[in-house]
C-alpha cells in the first residue's frame, strides 16, 4: 500500500539520480528520443539523450518538430511509435526441434529482455497497455514471452501538459492524467522561473524507487501547478470523440457509403496496425531445412488488412480495402472501446 502524502518533488538533479538510480538497479531505460525527425522509443543511457527543448506539432497528415521556448524534457505528445515491441517482438522464434537418435526434441524459446524501465509513457498508452494485458495476460490463455517481458518492466508515466491537435484522450476519461497501471507518475512543471517534476508513486515498486530519490513531498503550490498543468493540457484538446451510442452508430451503419469514401484513400499497407498499441494481430510460420533434421516455429505480427489475413479455402473473406478498413474500425471502436472485449 502505497502510503502518503502522494505528491513528492523532484528537482532536476532528482531527476537524474532517478535515471542514476534505474541503471544501477539494473533496468535498460527505454525512452523517446529524436531519431529521423521523430519521437522514437529507444534504450537511453543519460537523461541528455531525451528530446529536451523539443516539440511537435500534430495535425491532420502532418507532423513537424518544432523547438520549445524552454527545456522541457517532456514538452510533447506521443509520436508515431508505441511500447508494444518491447513487450512483444514483431518477429520471434517460438520453438524449435530437432530430429535425434532417439526421436525429435522440442526447444521452446522466450525471448526475454531483462529489466527494462518504460520512462515517458503516457495516459493513452497506459489504456493501450491495459489492452494488451487483457489479452495475453487475462485470457484462458498467458503469452509466455509477453509475460515475462511485462512482469520485469517498470514503468514511469508522464502526465501531459500539452495537447497535439489529433488528441482526443479526455473525451475518452483515458487522460491527460494517468490514474493506474504505472509505477510512477510524473508531471513537469515549468513555472515562474522553476523547473521541476511533482512525483506519485502507483506501486510499492514505485514508492520505493521515489523513496530512494525524492528529498521532500511537494508543498501544496507545487501540487496545485501540476494539477493547473495537466488541467490545461485536457482543455487544449484538438479532437473529442463521442462515445455513447458509439457501437450501436457504427454497427446500424454498416452499409454507410462513408466507408467506400475513406476506404478510396487508403492504400491497405498495414502501416497504422503495425504501429497502433493495441493490435495484436499475429501468424505462424512452420519450416524445415532441407535434411529434414531441424525445424522452427516462428510468430509474425500480422495486419488486418492483407487479403492473406482473412483467407479461407477458396478466397478472402474481406477481399475489398473497404471491408478491411471496416473491420480494423470497427474492431477498435465497436468492441475494444465500447465492450472491453479481445
Not at 537523461?47 to 497528415?61: D, F, H, K, S, Y
Not at 462513408?258 to 494481430?281: E, H, K, Q, S, Y
Request: hydrophobic share 40%; with cysteine; aromatic share 10%.
Amino acid at each position: 500500500m502505497v502510503k502518503t502524502p502522494q505528491n513528492y518533488y523532484l528537482s532536476i538533479d532528482d531527476f537524474h539520480l532517478l535515471f542514476s538510480r534505474l541503471t544501477g538497479l539494473g533496468y535498460t531505460i527505454i525512452a523517446p528520443k529524436i531519431v529521423e525527425g521523430n519521437f522514437t522509443y529507444s534504450p537511453l543511457t543519460s537523461p541528455a539523450e531525451l528530446p529536451r527543448g523539443w516539440t511537435a506539432r500534430q495535425e491532420a497528415g502532418l507532423f513537424r518538430l518544432e523547438k520549445r521556448a524552454d527545456e522541457a524534457f517532456f514538452g510533447y505528445t506521443v509520436g508515431q511509435h508505441s511500447w508494444k515491441p518491447f513487450l512483444l517482438p514483431s518477429e520471434q522464434t517460438v520453438w524449435t526441434a530437432e530430429r535425434q537418435q532417439e526421436g525429435w526434441h522440442l526447444y521452446h524459446t522466450l525471448a526475454d529482455s531483462g529489466p527494462q524501465a518504460f520512462l515517458g509513457v503516457r495516459a493513452c498508452d497506459l489504456a493501450a497497455l491495459e489492452v494488451l494485458d487483457r489479452v495475453f495476460l487475462r485470457g484462458n490463455f498467458v503469452e509466455p514471452t509477453y509475460a515475462a517481458r511485462r512482469s520485469q518492466t517498470l514503468v514511469i508515466a508522464v502526465n501531459c501538459t500539452q495537447a497535439g491537435g489529433t488528441c482526443f484522450c479526455a473525451s475518452l476519461g483515458t487522460g491527460p492524467r494517468a490514474v493506474s497501471g504505472f509505477d510512477l507518475a510524473l508531471t513537469e512543471v515549468l513555472q515562474d522561473g522553476r523547473h521541476f517534476f511533482v512525483a506519485e508513486a502507483g506501486s510499492d515498486r514505485g514508492a520505493a524507487l521515489l523513496a530512494a530519490v525524492a528529498p521532500r513531498p511537494a508543498s501544496p503550490e507545487e501540487a496545485a501547478a501540476a494539477t493547473q498543468a495537466v488541467a490545461q493540457a485536457a482543455r487544449d484538446m484538438g479532437r473529442h470523440l463521442e462515445t455513447d451510442g458509439l457501437q450501436e452508430l457504427l454497427y446500424r451503419n454498416y452499409e454507410h457509403p462513408r466507408w467506400a469514401d475513406v476506404a478510396g484513400r487508403c492504400l491497405t499497407c498495414g502501416n497504422c496496425a503495425m504501429i497502433c498499441p493495441t493490435c495484436f494481430c499475429h501468424t505462424y510460420e512452420d519450416s524445415l531445412d532441407l535434411e529434414g533434421r531441424r525445424t522452427e516455429r516462428r510468430r509474425r505480427q500480422q495486419v488486418c488488412f492483407t487479403l492473406e489475413f482473412s483467407y479461407l479455402h477458396g478466397g478472402s473473406v474481406r477481399a475489398s480495402s473497404l471491408s478491411r478498413y471496416r473491420q480494423w474500425l470497427t474492431h477498435k471502436l465497436a468492441h475494444h472501446l465500447v465492450s472491453g472485449g479481445h
